[in-house]
Protein backbone atom coordinates (compact mmCIF):
# COMPACT_ATOMS: atom_id res chain seq x y z
CA UNK A 1 0.00 0.00 0.00
CA UNK A 2 1.16 3.29 -1.06
CA UNK A 3 0.54 6.42 0.79
CA UNK A 4 0.43 9.83 -1.10
CA UNK A 5 0.28 13.08 1.70
CA UNK A 6 0.09 16.42 0.56
CA UNK A 7 1.09 19.75 2.34
CA UNK A 8 1.57 23.46 1.62
CA UNK A 9 -1.62 24.30 1.72
CA UNK A 10 -3.20 27.21 3.49
CA UNK A 11 -4.71 30.92 2.99
CA UNK A 12 -2.99 32.81 0.40
CA UNK A 13 -4.13 36.24 -0.95
CA UNK A 14 -5.60 36.68 -4.32
CA UNK A 15 -2.51 37.34 -7.06
CA UNK A 16 -0.25 35.29 -4.33
CA UNK A 17 1.43 31.87 -4.65
CA UNK A 18 2.13 28.76 -3.09
CA UNK A 19 3.12 25.63 -3.65
CA UNK A 20 1.84 21.97 -2.68
CA UNK A 21 3.79 18.98 -2.31
CA UNK A 22 2.75 15.73 -2.12
CA UNK A 23 4.91 13.24 -0.91
CA UNK A 24 4.82 9.26 -1.58
CA UNK A 25 5.99 6.40 0.73
CA UNK A 26 7.55 4.30 -2.23
CA UNK A 27 9.17 5.33 -5.52
CA UNK A 28 6.81 7.69 -7.58
CA UNK A 29 8.92 6.20 -10.31
CA UNK A 30 6.17 2.63 -10.40
CA UNK A 31 2.99 5.51 -11.44
CA UNK A 32 2.57 5.74 -15.32
CA UNK A 33 1.72 9.34 -14.04
CA UNK A 34 0.64 11.37 -11.19
CA UNK A 35 -2.02 14.38 -10.93
CA UNK A 36 -3.34 17.00 -8.98
CA UNK A 37 -7.29 17.52 -8.61
CA UNK A 38 -9.17 19.78 -7.02
CA UNK A 39 -12.77 19.89 -5.54
CA UNK A 40 -14.51 22.67 -4.86
CA UNK A 41 -17.70 23.18 -2.52
CA UNK A 42 -20.53 21.71 -4.23
CA UNK A 43 -18.93 20.85 -7.29
CA UNK A 44 -17.37 17.64 -8.98
CA UNK A 45 -13.93 16.82 -8.34
CA UNK A 46 -11.77 18.30 -11.60
CA UNK A 47 -8.16 17.52 -12.82
CA UNK A 48 -5.71 20.59 -12.51
CA UNK A 49 -2.14 18.90 -13.84
CA UNK A 50 -0.79 15.87 -14.20
CA UNK A 51 2.92 14.45 -15.40
CA UNK A 52 4.02 11.36 -16.90
CA UNK A 53 6.71 9.30 -15.94
CA UNK A 54 8.49 10.86 -18.69
CA UNK A 55 7.76 14.14 -17.49
CA UNK A 56 5.18 15.22 -20.42
CA UNK A 57 2.94 17.31 -18.48
CA UNK A 58 -0.83 18.12 -18.93
CA UNK A 59 -3.07 21.63 -17.67
CA UNK A 60 -6.66 22.06 -17.81
CA UNK A 61 -7.02 25.69 -19.69
CA UNK A 62 -8.41 26.90 -16.49
CA UNK A 63 -4.74 26.75 -15.00
CA UNK A 64 -2.81 27.16 -17.54
CA UNK A 65 0.36 29.84 -17.64
CA UNK A 66 -0.73 30.05 -14.32
CA UNK A 67 0.55 26.85 -12.50
CA UNK A 68 3.46 24.24 -12.84
CA UNK A 69 3.69 20.47 -11.92
CA UNK A 70 7.02 18.86 -11.41
CA UNK A 71 8.47 15.75 -9.85
CA UNK A 72 11.43 15.09 -7.62
CA UNK A 73 11.79 11.46 -8.54
CA UNK A 74 14.82 11.12 -5.57
CA UNK A 75 12.51 12.98 -2.72
CA UNK A 76 9.52 10.60 -4.13
CA UNK A 77 7.52 14.16 -4.27
CA UNK A 78 5.28 16.02 -7.15
CA UNK A 79 4.97 19.79 -7.06
CA UNK A 80 2.24 21.93 -8.02
CA UNK A 81 3.67 25.37 -7.60
CA UNK A 82 0.70 27.66 -8.03
CA UNK A 83 1.00 31.78 -9.25
CA UNK A 84 -1.38 34.57 -9.80
CA UNK A 85 -4.20 32.65 -7.71
CA UNK A 86 -7.40 33.45 -7.99
CA UNK A 87 -10.92 33.07 -5.41
CA UNK A 88 -11.94 30.76 -7.59
CA UNK A 89 -8.60 28.06 -6.93
CA UNK A 90 -9.55 27.57 -3.60
CA UNK A 91 -10.50 24.16 -3.03
CA UNK A 92 -8.86 21.23 -1.92
CA UNK A 93 -6.24 19.97 -3.90
CA UNK A 94 -5.72 15.76 -3.98
CA UNK A 95 -3.00 14.08 -5.45
CA UNK A 96 -3.14 11.12 -7.15
CA UNK A 97 -0.74 8.70 -8.64
CA UNK A 98 -2.58 6.75 -11.66
CA UNK A 99 -1.80 2.98 -12.16
CA UNK A 100 -1.49 2.12 -10.05
CA UNK A 101 -4.10 4.13 -8.58
CA UNK A 102 -3.81 5.60 -4.67
CA UNK A 103 -5.58 9.17 -3.86
CA UNK A 104 -3.67 11.61 -0.82
CA UNK A 105 -5.98 12.75 1.66
CA UNK A 106 -6.16 16.26 0.40
CA UNK A 107 -5.02 19.73 1.90
CA UNK A 108 -7.11 23.08 2.09
CA UNK A 109 -6.39 25.99 -0.29
CA UNK A 110 -8.32 29.02 0.56
CA UNK A 111 -7.71 32.06 -1.90
CA UNK A 112 -9.30 35.43 -0.47
CA UNK A 113 -8.24 38.94 0.85
Known amino acids: QVQLVESGGGLVQPGGSLRLSCAAS????????MGWYRQAPGKQRELVAS???????YYADFVKGRFAISRDNAKNTVYLQMNSVNPEDTAVYYCRSLLPNYWGQGTQVTVSS
Open 51 to 57: ITRGATT
Open 26 to 33: GSIGRFAS
